[in-house]
C-alpha cells in the first residue's frame, strides 16, 4: 500500500492505517528501535508506542514522508526510554548513546521558547552542514548520529575498518562543531 493511501486511512480513522503502517514499516521502526535501546522487548514496546503515537498525530499531522515521520516518533521514543532507563540506573554499565557523541558541538535540550526557537536554527545549521558534505560522509554521519548505528554496522556497511569510521566521525563532528562555533551557537 502506498504511503497516501494509509495516511488516508489515518484520516478516515480506520484501523486498517494501523495494520498497513506495521506490515510496511514494522522492520524498519524496530531497527532504529533496536539500536537504541539494544533490547529486543525494549524495541518491540517502542515500535508499539510508535503505532499509538501515529494514531493520535495523525491527523491532525499530515506527514510528506511517512518514513521519516515514523523514524523520529521511533527514534524519539527509544531516546526516552534509554533515558529514563539510565536514570534509574545513576551510573551503572549503561553504554553511552551515539546521540551523546555530540555533546561537545550540541547545546542541551530545549525547554523553553527561546531554546525551542534556538533549537530551530540549530537544525537548520546542521541541515546546512550535512547539505555541504559528499554523499559518503553524510550518510555515515546519519548512519550513527540518526539511527544509531553501531560502528561495525557503519563500517560493514561502507566497506571501511572500524578505525576509519570512527576517525571520519571524530572529524565530521570536529567539523560540525567548528561550523556551529563560527555561527556562534
Same mark, same amino acid.
Given at each position: ?12 480513522? !480506520? ?77 551503572? !554499565? ?92
Amino acid at each position: 500500500m502506498e504511503d497516501a493511501e494509509i495516511i488516508a486511512l489515518y484520516w478516515e480513522r !480506520d484501523q486498517k492505517a494501523v495494520e498497513a503502517t506495521e506490515l510496511k514499516y514494522r522492520h524498519y521502526c524496530k531497527k532504529i528501535a533496536l539500536n537504541i535501546v539494544g533490547c529486543d522487548e525494549d524495541a518491540e514496546e517502542c515500535v508499539n508506542d510508535t503505532w499509538m503515537s501515529a494514531w493520535e498525530s495523525i491527523p491532525p499531522a499530515k506527514p510528506e514522508i511517512l518514513s521519516a515521520f515514523l523514524g523520529k516518533i521511533t527514534r524519539n521514543i527509544a531516546l526516552n526510554r534509554v533515558r529514563d532507563r539510565d536514570r534509574l540506573k545513576r551510573g551503572g !554499565d549503561a553504554e553511552a548513546l551515539p546521540f551523546d557523541e555530540l555533546g561537545d558541538c550540541l547545546a542541551d535540550d530545549a525547554s523553553g521558547p527561546e531554546e525551542h526557537a534556538e533549537a530551530g536554527e540549530l537544525t537548520a545549521l546542521i541541515n546546512r552542514f550535512l547539505a555541504g558534505l559528499p554523499e559518503e560522509r553524510r550518510r555515515i554521519f546519519v548512519c550513527r548520529y540518526w539511527y544509531g548505528d553501531s560502528i561495525s554496522d557503519i563500517a560493514k556497511r561502507f566497506g571501511a575498518g572500524e578505525g576509519k569510521i570512527k576517525m571520519q566521525l571524530m572529524r565530521l563532528r570536529g567539523e560540525l562543531k567548528k561550523m556551529l562555533e563560527k555561527e556562534e551557537r
